[in-house]
């Protein structure tokens, strides 16, 4: 018997509508808000009225390139959290609202499960994935993570941010240098035609398997608040090295950890997920560092790294599978631990 899910993520600022057949991917659409971009930064009143403005058309969308009707949904997964409230709000009453009409359950789902589980979504039929257990490096513009995966409903983080996340050290520091937002995707570009050793910036001294990136946005500031004092024009003159350097101290950071986790539970298979996974030089150094240690290393397709409802419908997926549905008075939670 197969299972047609229905996904529907919106989080943050991307409304996003997918369809899954088994594992098999049928849809993906995602529509970004273009809206934040003047402000620097995701506006929670805008983002919530985009969703709304968007979900209808999204999910339409999604269910036509799929070639399927509503009709066909066995169930529909969506994002009940980590997030901005009033966006979850706009998923979470999509979702209920049809699964009412439709007859069919509800998958509450946590949106960190799904960046996680995003590397089981099957594109092709050959896809690959990581096997069981796994240790997955999460990071994002609100988490960085590293998750010991036992299975697809069986994961625990093992280290986390103290502070900011790794997509947030991205982002500040390029608001710093005045890229706009995102600044992650506009820093990695820059990154590719600088010298990654031009400035070397202060990494911190956390124990364990966390993470901390306040103490490099500090460091980033006076660093260039220092130089600008001598010479003015050091920004537009090296910035592609000032992107390299930045990038590269977060790269460091990073593939420490990992190092340190492979160490502690003597797993050498490795993933990595969230927006953050699209960064090409971290992709690159990634590979290169599990060739030297001999682990087996998965990439996510770009397309599965930042936000999408792919990611969520496949956990709905594996959910349904062990027959977890959620009741309809659950609400939404800006926080939700896994
Ligand atoms: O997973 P995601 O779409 O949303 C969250 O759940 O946060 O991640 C968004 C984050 C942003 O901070 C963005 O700057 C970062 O991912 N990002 C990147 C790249 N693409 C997206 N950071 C570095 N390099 C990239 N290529
Ligand atoms: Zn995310």
């Avoid at 968007?54 to 980590?82: C, F, M, S």
Wanted: with cysteine.
């Amino acid at each position: 018997m197969s299972v047609t899910i229905l996904g529907i993520e919106s989080s943050c600022d991307d409304t996003s509508a997918a369809v899954i057949r088994d594992q098999l991917l049928l849809s993906n659409v995602i529509s970004s808000q273009d809206v934040h971009k003047q402000y620097g930064g995701v506006v929670p009143e805008l983002a919530s009225r985009a969703h709304q403005a968007n979900i209808i058309p999204v999910v339409d969308t999604a269910l036509r390139n799929a070639g399927v009707t509503i009709a066909e949904i066995d169930a529909i997964a969506y994002t009940r959290g980590p997030g901005l409230l009033g966006s979850l709000l706009v998923g979470a009453s999509f979702a209920k609202g049809a699964a009412l009409t439709l007859g069919v359950p509800i998958i509450s789902v946590n949106h960190l499960q799904g960046h996680v589980l995003s590397h089981f979504i099957k594109d092709e039929p050959n896809a690959i994935h990581p096997s069981f257990p796994f240790l997955c490096l999460l990071v994002s513009g609100g988490h960085t993570q590293i998750m010991l995966v036992r299975g697809p409903m069986d994961m625990e983080i093992v280290g986390q941010t103290i502070d900011d996340a790794a997509g947030e050290a991205f982002d500040k520091c390029a608001k710093v240098l005045g890229l706009p937002y995102p600044g992650g995707p506009v820093i990695d570009k820059l990154a590719a035609e600088g010298n990654p050793g031009f400035i070397k910036f202060a990494k911190p001294n956390i124990p364990d398997l966390d993470f901390s990136f306040s103490g490099l946005k500090t460091s980033f500031l006076y660093t260039l608040r220092d130089k600008l004092y001598t010479e003015p024009n050091f920004v537009n003159e090296h910035l592609p090295d000032i992107c390299a350097s930045l990038q590269q101290t977060i790269i460091e950071i990073l593939l420490s950890k990992v190092e340190q986790a492979v160490r502690k539970y003597r797993i050498k298979e490795i993933a990595i997920a969230g927006g953050v996974a699209a960064n090409s030089g971290l992709r690159n150094a990634l590979q290169l560092l599990g060739q030297k240690r001999g682990w087996k290393v998965y990439l996510p397709k770009k397309q599965f790294t930042t936000d999408n409802a792919a990611m969520i419908a496949i956990v709905g997926y594996y959910s349904y599978l062990e027959g977890k549905t959620s009741p309809l008075d659950e609400p939404p939670l800006a926080r939700l631990p896994l």
